[in-house]
């Protein structure tokens, strides 16, 4: 018994070490733990914290995200953000370009829509994926205006609002929608901390429920800041927002003695992202497939031609490269199905993956969009898909 009561002595002078360790390289603000350049850990907010949130998100006019009653959240027009990296249009698309309802005549346009990884975020407005798109095509003769109007954490309930309400009316000739993997788990989510508490988003979203066969919406209009706090936060008995709500297991606020021990919060957020696989939740497959396949029908509708963009992850890719393993084929071949499609796993698959996505490895680095724009303006060209839709 000796040797067991020495091993147990090892591994808890072990994790003693590392936890003195990883305070040593981290610190912690703003209620967030900090450690090695992951994305921050969240700490259990206390009331206190959300009152003084809540405020200075009502007074706020120039932060580049603000409220939106449809989309949950959305581009501040005519904004920049703190870091000087985004600029937002007079619309709240990315970029400082001003576009008119109706393209020319001469002109393709073309729209994005998606997520952070269509947004490019971490990167400067010119080193984003709709400019280098644009500047590939451009470069080859082709005329053409690519507007990013993609948005930070959205999901596909998202971005097809998006398209209803904002894009649509640009009348645009091509729609590119970014599909990202982890639009899977942000389908099934109302409020962002529930999913990922170190989030910047503190707005709640709508969500779309599929029963039998079509899509109902909850949460639509989405609840104003004002009442985040009484209705969200402290309201634990009302199912009214948390009935849909996949992640409704995380306490929204009060004290956790293990809040401040780095490596409980490390081996936490470690084991929920082991534990999500999207086989468990098949509520959200059969969704996902819904809301991908009802944003094509209504971009076809307007004459406009659809493009799914499939957007690789950097696990993905490591598990594609070091495991020889294609994570989630099927259901991407499902998702496929019956659409014109442009992958960026081949291209960002021949990268060393720490070239192609930014330190956080959570979004595209410069080269990894340069690569991916110069790659689907070939594919655009090669395929005749570059035409002006019909009237």
Known sequence: MKWISKILKFLFIFLIVIEILSQIVGFQQNNR?????????????????????????????????QYDSLTGWTNRANSTSKDGLYHFNNDGIRGNTEYSKEPDDDIIRIVLLGNSAVFSAEVADTNALGFYLEEALKAKG??????????GS????????????KAKSYSPDIV???????????????????????????YTKPRAVLEADTLRWVNYPTVPPAEIYDSIILNYE??????????????????????????????????QDMAQKIDDAPEGKALM???????????EAENSQYILLKLASFKELLRIKYL?????????????????????????????????FVASHSHYSSKGNRLIGEVFANYLIENRLLKKKTH
Not at 154 to 165: A, E, G
Not at 324 to 346: G, H, M, Q, Y
Request: net charge positive; hydrophobic share 35%.
């Open 33 to 65: 733990i900090y450690v090695l350049g992951t994305s921050p850990y969240m700490k259990t907010p206390s009331r206190t914290y959300w009152k003084k949130l809540y405020k200075k998100v009502i007074a706020d006019t120039v932060s580049y995200y």
């Open 142 to 151: 082709q005329k053409v205006e690519v507007l990013n109007m993609g948005v």
């Open 289 to 299: 497939v819904e809301l991908v396949r009802a944003f094509q029908k209504e971009v």
């Open 176 to 202: 590119v929608q970014g599909v990202h993997m982890w639009d899977f788990w942000i389908n099934l989510n109302i409020y962002k901390y529930c999913m990922f508490p170190p989030t910047g988003i503190v």
């Open 238 to 271: 009302d199912q009214t927002y948390f009935k849909h709500e996949y992640f409704n297991n995380r306490k929204r606020y009060g004290q956790n003695i293990l809040d401040n021990i780095y490596l409980y919060q490390i081996l936490r957020r470690a084991n």
């Open 154 to 165: 959205f999901s596909n309930d998202q971005s097809l609002l998006r398209w209803r309400h």
């Open 324 to 356: 020889k393993e294609s994570p989630n084929a099927d259901f991407w071949t499902v998702l496929e199905k019956d659409k014109t499609v442009f992958s960026t796993f081949p291209t960002l698959g021949k990268e060393k993956e720490t070239d192609v």
